[in-house]
């Protein structure tokens, strides 16, 4: 998601918001939220508004949320595997608070979903996005902003300016399965599948599959926590998306895109890495820097799209394109990307495109900033080999118009949400 346009907003039912942080510094915008006369299946358990004390769901029964469904703490919910919980309203989503907890351990024969009523019944089209909210987890682990709110609810507070909370816990998440996501409250303020806010690295993510969603697939504000086995299929903005500080290891992952959101390569990419506005200085070891090993991304997009201070380690990484938009791998949204020295490419990257020819050159990287269009400093002039300015481990090595040498992710061991077998769940 883009944060300078995905304005935060408050889904307490008539109240405006005056005052929203977002992921790029404090923008502001008014919004109200009407309360939903959606209705939840006679079928379905309605769960709480608040759950405050510990709870155990029973596998063998479905549940529905009509609108917010708010854990807090210091309160655990425990999701059986073979679970199913799913949005009764577009705008119903579910919100784990910092000092709560989610377990939820699916097996791959079991798995614990989340989705849409309308997708349970049999009424939602595979294809399908903003059928419900989301699921959000929020902790206290670094986040470079103090007094963050998330962005879907300024009820809930995250994230801290010190390095104290980094290794909480804010649960424990395996074969979780969230699909039809991403209600849109209006154009560009949209939630996500899967969002995580000051997360820990005490927290467990493991095989995680994200299917058709209108926003972006995951999307991490700070925090530390790590990911390992994640597919993100059709999310119509940003695969992966970091912001705020977040550090930590997302491991094996497969994205394809089906549907982006504009026809332009940077407002939907594979991966898109930010930090706010040009407020750290060089160096600065709190940049926002995810480590990605063992990445395949399918795109129609854009590869990386980078922006304010932003950082990132990479390690056998692919992209592979079809020129369905745009050619430029790297997109730049502004020019102060490589200022804090955090841009690393550690392993092979690789650049594809089947319809053309790539090289090193402004097929590639581009020339234009898409915020900052008057600066000089540009993808093109970081990343191109006679300009390279970022930097190179040891065993980097970015390999334009090659998909072969750069193994990425082994796509056959991804659990892609299907019950009992790693084949895809959806292929349209």
Request: glycine share 10%; proline share 1%; hydrophobic share 35%.
């Amino acid at each position: 998601m883009d944060i300078k346009n995905k304005i935060a907003l408050s889904l307490v039912t008539t109240a405006a918001i005056t005052s929203i942080l977002t992921g790029c510094g404090g923008s502001k915008s008014s919004t109200s939220l009407k309360t939903s006369s959606a209705t939840c299946d006679a079928s379905f358990t309605v769960l709480d508004s608040v759950i405050s004390s510990n709870l155990t769901l029973d596998a063998n029964k479905k549940y529905g949320m009509l609108d917010k469904v708010s854990v807090k703490s210091p309160a655990v919910l425990t999701i059986p595997a073979g679970t199913t919980i799913a949005g009764c309203a577009s705008k119903s989503f579910m919100v784990i608070q910092p000092g709560a907890k989610l377990i939820a351990v699916g097996t791959q024969a079991k798995p614990i979903v989340f989705t849409s009523q309308k997708d349970v019944l049999g009424k939602s089209h595979n294809n399908a996005g903003g059928e419900w909210g989301g699921l959000v987890l929020a902790g206290n682990a670094y986040t470079h902003y103090s007094n963050n709110k998330y962005e879907a609810d300024q009820s809930v507070s995250f994230g801290s300016t010190g390095h104290t909370h980094d290794t909480e816990s804010s649960g424990d998440l395996e074969y979780v399965l969230i699909k039809h996501s991403g209600f849109m409250v209006e154009k560009d303020k949209e939630l996500n599948g899967l969002s995580l806010a000051g997360v820990g690295s005490g927290t467990i993510l493991k095989n995680i599959a994200i299917i058709g969603g209108l926003d972006d697939g995951v999307e991490i504000w700070g925090g530390t926590v790590n990911i390992t086995g994640l597919y993100v299929y059709n999310a119509h903005d940003d695969s992966v998306d970091t912001d705020l500080g977040y550090r930590g290891t997302i491991t094996n992952v497969l994205a394809r895109q089906v549907n982006v959101d504009s026809a332009n390569n940077h407002d939907s990419a594979g991966m898109e890495f930010g930090n706010d506005a040009n407020t750290i200085v060089t160096d600065d070891t709190n940049a926002t820097q995810p480590i990605m090993i063992n990445y395949t991304a399918y795109i129609k997009g854009g590869g990386i799209s980078l922006k304010d201070d932003a950082g990132l380690k990479l390690t056998n990484v692919k992209f592979i394109s079809n020129k369905s938009i745009d050619e430029q791998q790297v997109f730049y949204r502004s020019a102060d990307v490589v200022d804090t020295n955090a841009v690393h490419v550690d392993g092979d990257l690789c650049f594809k495109d089947t319809a053309i020819t790539l090289g090193d050159n402004k097929i590639t990287y581009s020339d234009v900033n898409s915020k900052d269009a008057s600066t000089t400093k540009t993808a093109f002039t970081d990343w191109a080999s006679a300009t390279r300015h970022i930097n190179m481990g040891a065993s980097g090595t970015i390999n334009v118009d090659d998909n072969t040498t750069c193994a990425g992710v082994n796509e056959a061991n991804i659990w892609k949400g299907t019950a009992g077998s790693n084949a895809p769940l959806e292929t349209y």
